[in-house]
């Protein structure tokens, strides 16, 4: 393959693009190491002279940051860190599931014509805010308002269109003859689609499942309009660090965001083959 080469302006609109990219992650884990006393100084204080981890320990211990004349924080951060990771985990395996099977059904038992696709996306194509008050008036009557339960179910319903849609597109590039063969050896649909369809679209389902996940761990406000006192995920925890005597607490606020950033970097590293793969759209080509 015939690659430019890399020009000196080239070079430099993309060492800016990246800049841009990575300044905020620079400046949030920046601010999740200032003491209070760095948080509103100016100049800013780009790097602090002195880091800390008190806005780490506040998450878990919200008496740690007192030592710096803070106060005014009542809870710590460990059941927003536990319902976002039961919310988001249960939401993501139920719609990447769902829509596996779903996309096999549109893919090969259905006669797909250029408006299927619209039509799966077309509840994506509504604000949250118009949809939001609907599903609190039916939650509250069918008793899932402030649950764990109701909270994934709303995460699995929006997206799962995302899901359906995504998949299909690999599903498409499996040819059907590879699923017909196992099925001459004995094998039944479903184990076909599971034992063949579903290991050569592996890097899909990943692709899939991570971009599923990161919808579902930065969701506000569903969360925010569905959970009272019961339950609480990352989101709606961020949004509590403001206190009467100091204000916005930045460094709380972003000692959070780092640990929320920390298991999509992570995952993202784990399955980074898979990832690129899938995001490609190349698993299979016939």
């Not at 008793?143 to 995302?162: K, N, S």
């Not at 499942?209 to 006192?229: D, H, K, M």
């Not at 660090?241 to 929320?260: E, I, K």
Request: one cysteine or more; glycine letters at 6%; a neutral charge.
């Amino acid at each position: 393959m015939n690659t430019r080469p890399l020009t000196p302006l080239l070079a430099l609109i993309l060492l800016v693009a990246l800049v841009v990219t990575l300044f905020p992650i620079f400046w949030i884990v920046m601010t999740a190491l200032k003491p209070p006393t760095d948080w509103n100084a100016a100049p800013a204080i780009w790097i602090p002279s002195e880091p800390t981890l008190i806005n780490f320990l506040t998450l878990f211990d919200p008496e740690a940051i007192g030592a710096f004349g803070v106060g005014g924080i009542s809870e710590s951060a460990t059941a927003a860190v536990f319902g976002s990771i039961l919310t988001s985990t249960c939401a993501t395996l139920i719609s990447v599931g769902i829509g596996f099977f779903a996309a096999i059904g549109l893919s090969r038992y259905t006669r797909v014509n250029r408006f299927t696709p619209l039509f799966i996306l077309s509840g994506r194509m509504f604000p949250p805010a118009a949809i939001a008050v609907p599903f609190v008036i039916i939650f509250s009557a069918i008793q899932l308002i402030d649950t764990y339960v109701g909270l994934i179910a709303i995460y699995v319903a929006i997206t799962l269109p995302f899901a359906t849609w995504m998949l299909k597109s690999f599903v498409d590039e499996v040819p059907r003859e590879v699923e017909e063969a196992a099925m001459i050896d004995g094998q039944s649909r479903l184990m076909a689609h599971l034992t063949v369809t579903a290991p050569l679209i592996k890097g899909g389902l990943f692709a899939t499942t991570l971009f599923i996940f990161i919808l579902n761990w930065s969701e506000f406000l569903f969360a925010l309009v569905l959970s009272y006192s019961n339950i609480e995920t990352i989101p709606i925890r961020l949004a509590k660090y403001v206190t009467a005597t100091a204000g916005t607490l930045f460094g709380v606020q972003a000692a959070l965001a780092v640990l929320a950033m920390a298991p999509l970097i992570v995952a993202g590293f784990l399955i980074q083959k898979h990832l690129a793969r899938g995001m490609t759209f190349g698993a299979v080509k016939r």
